[in-house]
């Protein structure tokens, strides 16, 4: 099916591990996929790291498998819709969850807009990584694609 297998995967004590041999292109079970995206590992060889630096400062290609993170342009689009979504619907819950609670009642209404603001902002700086990397292990999982050479220090995005 035009994927990359260097050895075979294995299941050790009920996980998915790669093979000795990084350089694969294969589809990890979702719950896999899942796990590595929220531990922020690569979803190739589930050890490299994708970012460095904060926010958002992703590495080009894993250090460890030579994983292209970048594999077009505009690719993180998915990512920022995910983080948008997910902080509006956080923003909302709480939102509602606060008009049940007489906590903000003493405050003026600049107040609570300054309150909800600052919340919101605070939530998409909290799920970029989480969102970029989630949408990096879905894509990975529905159409892997094959690892380059690993760099020696993988180095960082301009982002």
Do not use: D
């Not at 299941?11 to 790669?18: N, S, T």
């Not at 000795?20 to 190739?44: E, K």
């Amino acid at each position: 099916m035009g994927r990359l297998r260097a050895q075979t995967n294995a299941r050790v004590g009920g996980r998915f591990e790669p093979a000795a041999n990084i350089r694969m292109a294969t589809r990890p079970p979702i719950r896999t996929a899942l796990r590595n995206a929220l531990r922020l590992r690569c979803p190739n060889c589930r050890r490299g790291r994708l970012f460095r630096g904060w926010p958002n400062r992703m590495f080009r290609s894993c250090p460890n498998c030579g994983l292209n993170y970048f594999p077009e342009s505009g690719f993180y689009l998915g990512g920022m819709i995910i983080t948008y979504v997910l902080s509006a619907f956080l923003l909302l819950v709480s939102y509602l969850f606060s008009l049940v609670l007489p906590v903000s009642a003493g405050l003026s209404e600049n107040a609570k807009s300054t309150v909800w603001i600052l919340v919101g902002v605070a939530l998409c700086f909290a799920l970029v990584r989480p969102s970029y990397s989630l949408w990096l292990a879905l894509n990975f999982w529905i159409h892997p694609w094959t690892p380059s050479a690993p760099t020696a220090s993988g180095s960082p995005s301009p982002f």
